[in-house]
């Protein structure tokens, strides 16, 4: 999955935490809708260290049509609502669980992704970036999705 690549649809997404959002849809004319999507796992050190940054971003840009999702495949659901609700507002975004590995397998597996945390920008469809969540790119590329036409 590159830079302009169209993401498929990802509806079968269990959300533990926020607002229930299919990954993929396009608006309807006029419409922008920019998701920051980060594969992470409650076991991964570097994807806990991420979160306060997306978190921040997240509420950044709120105001300008932006939603952080963060997405794991755990099969223990009980453990990442559990991981989940003990970092209360400090992980202040959507989470879901990936079931089916429909997200892993339309954004990540493509991406020929090292490891996690992974994240992607997408700009209604279209993958805008990728990278590291914590890099220093994502929030220059969130601007330059927020001010596209």
């Not at 533990?16 to 409650?42: D, H, S």
């Not at 997240?58 to 991981?83: A, C, L, P």
């Not at 669980?97 to 020929?112: G, H």
């Amino acid at each position: 999955m590159s830079v302009g690549s169209v993401c498929p649809l990802i509806d079968d997404l269990l959300f533990i935490k926020g607002t229930p959002t299919v990954l993929g849809e396009v608006p309807q004319a006029g419409g922008k809708r920019i998701y920051v999507v980060e594969f992470w796992a409650t076991w991964c050190w570097p994807c806990r260290e991420s979160i306060p940054h997306l978190s921040g971003l997240g509420e950044k840009y709120k105001g300008h049509g932006v939603t952080v999702v963060g997405v794991t495949r755990e099969k223990d659901h009980d453990k990442v609502k559990q991981f989940v609700a003990e970092m209360g507002d400090k992980m202040s975004y959507n989470v879901a669980i990936d079931v089916n590995l429909t997200a892993r397998e339309a954004l990540y597996t493509p991406s020929n992704a090292p490891g996690i945390p992974k994240a992607f920008v997408l700009l209604n469809n279209v993958v805008f970036w990728h990278g590291h969540p914590v890099d220093d790119d994502i929030e220059a590329e969130i601007i330059k999705a927020i001010e596209s036409n």
